[in-house]
């Protein structure tokens, strides 16, 4: 496979500017400032600010994750009828349909495991990736794609071929 895909664009980082500079003219403004705790609250409220009622974070993970995705797989001369298994960051169902809608994929070809565990973070592809090892659902040979993002301002994809 020829790619690896890392991105923390620019449309994301001025997204983040903006809302820090926004919470440090709030502590600027209050008389007795914020306590670190305070602040950290704050700028979750600014990150999770409802739009079409989804957060901006899920908003930009999922757009990203589809483009990405399809990146990957234009990098590598391959379409989502050539992978096996899309291995995504299991942060919540709703990205993972999704997704599988955008690329109009069978929503069986990406597994889930947030019904067992929840969000596990930066863990959930390593977790996801053994069960389906242990309960022999991967083959030598079957391709995967694995995506993930972090708090929707960073991402990541690769195309892989399974060799155990």
């Not at 003219?25 to 609250?41: E, F, K, Q, W």
Request: hydrophobic share 40%; proline share 4%.
């Amino acid at each position: 496979m020829k790619r690896l895909v890392i991105e923390t664009p620019r449309q994301s980082q001025r997204v983040l500017e903006g809302l820090y500079r926004d919470m440090e003219r709030r502590i600027a403004s209050s008389p007795l400032g914020l306590c670190p705790v305070d602040m950290a609250l704050n700028f979750l409220r600014l990150c999770h600010a409802q739009t079409c009622g989804k957060c901006v974070p899920c908003r930009i993970g999922l757009t990203q994750l589809s483009n990405m995705i399809r990146e990957v797989l234009d990098a590598n001369g391959l379409s989502a009828d050539d992978i096996d298994w899309f291995i995504l960051h299991q942060a919540n169902r709703r990205i993972v349909e999704s997704v599988a809608k955008r690329l109009k994929t069978d929503i069986e070809r990406f597994p889930m495991n947030l019904q067992e565990y929840g969000n596990t973070s930066s863990a959930s592809i390593p977790i996801l990736l053994n069960e389906m090892n242990r309960k022999g659902l991967l083959k030598k040979g079957q391709k995967l794609v694995m995506a993930g993002f972090g708090a929707g301002l960073s991402w990541g994809a690769a195309v892989l071929e399974w060799g155990i």
